[in-house]
């Protein structure tokens, strides 16, 4: 349905919106995987840059009038380029490293799980993903700490050590998430209730896995989702005399429908938040996701530089509940802090 719409959601697009390239656009972006679904064009390299200029934020489909889902329908057109071989490098070596260790890091993530191994029975099963594993590993600690005191004690579960697959499905290789989800999924058979603390990782498992028909045992939670529920049992404390600027991470909002939860916990913590003009279903992209800081590194940075203007446009700290978006905050030039690292300052 795209392909037939006079392009009325152009704005929509953090990427298109950056490059100011006409075949980044998400019409554009739609007709070419159309036209190499029908077989009217080959997935050269133009078309596969066209089809990889993409976050997978939804934020086309937050003003599309029939939710076309754009990001899944551009992943799905990924797997045709890596059969062809034309998949940006950025992307290919990620999915190489994947297949060789298990998560886009090349790292052993079950060493850093094994660092927070609870001494007494925890109420809550955290899942951090493996991007806070590994490049954000003390939020685990805030994580822990702002859990405990708000009476909703956490400790980090022995499937974290491994990937929810997330690069897989972003990157078109379809087939081996559906198989890696499978076997993830068999992890998780002794967690009733599962707490993600990446956005990114609780709306793969909770909306993508389904599609895949990969059934999971266990309730998906956010993080900030159950911290809201037990914020009546925090500590009666005032708020710091500190002004943030709140951004809704793609997946948390968009994804899983979270807004008021941490948009709550933060005003707990601090006097002044600052709202985008166009927030929640509307609200910019961090360009974090798709694994477009892969394939198109300078236009990625340029879209979390864009949105941090937005959210603190006096160049207040920007915060998130998205350790990917932090990431994308600072690379930008920008101040950023995490929500839980927020909280925790605030109860110490």
């Not at 060789?100 to 660092?115: H, I, K, T, Y």
């Not at 005191?149 to 499937?159: D, L, N, S």
């Not at 499905?169 to 992890?187: D, V």
Request: glycine share 8%.
């Amino acid at each position: 349905m795209c392909i037939y719409c006079p392009k009325v959601c152009r704005f929509a697009c953090p990427v298109s919106e950056s490059t100011q390239n006409e075949s980044h656009s998400t019409w554009a972006k739609m007709t070419t995987a159309q036209q190499v679904n029908l077989g009217q064009r080959r997935m050269d390299d133009g078309a596969s840059a066209a089809v990889h200029a993409c976050t997978g934020c939804m934020r086309c489909k937050s003003f599309c009038k029939h939710d076309n889902e754009v990001g899944p329908a551009l992943f799905a057109a990924r797997t045709i380029a890596r059969t062809e071989g034309t998949q940006p490098k950025g992307a290919a070596t990620t999915l190489a490293t994947f297949t060789q260790s298990g998560n886009p890091f090349g790292q052993p993530l079950g060493e850093v799980v094994a660092r927070f191994k609870a001494e007494t029975p925890m109420r809550y099963p955290l899942f951090p993903g493996c991007s806070t594993l590994v490049k954000r590993t003390a939020l685990i600690d805030d994580a822990l700490t702002v859990a405990n005191a708000f009476g909703a004690p956490m400790g980090v579960c022995k499937a974290s050590a491994r990937c929810c697959g997330y690069p897989l499905y972003a990157g078109g290789a379809h087939e081996q998430f559906a198989a890696h989800a499978r076997i993830f999924a068999s992890t998780l058979e002794h967690y009733p209730e599962l707490v993600v603390m990446d956005p990114g990782c609780a709306h793969t498992l909770a909306v993508v896995y389904p599609k895949f028909d990969v059934k999971l045992p266990s309730r998906i939670r956010t993080l900030y989702e159950v911290l809201a529920d037990n914020l009546p049992h925090a500590p009666s404390k005032p708020p710091m005399e500190e002004t943030a600027g709140y951004h809704d991470a793609c997946h948390l909002g968009r994804g899983m429908g979270q807004y008021d939860q941490p948009r709550a916990l933060l005003k707990r913590a601090v006097s002044t938040m600052l709202e985008a003009p166009s927030m929640k279903e509307e609200g910019g992209c961090a360009g974090g996701g798709g694994l477009l800081p892969r394939t198109m590194p300078e236009a990625s940075v340029d879209v979390a530089r864009r949105q941090a203007l937005e959210v603190g446009p006096g160049g207040e700290t920007v915060v998130t509940a998205c350790a990917t978006s932090r990431r994308m905050f600072e690379r930008a030039g920008r101040k950023s802090e995490d929500l839980v690292s927020i909280l925790r300052r605030w109860l110490e």
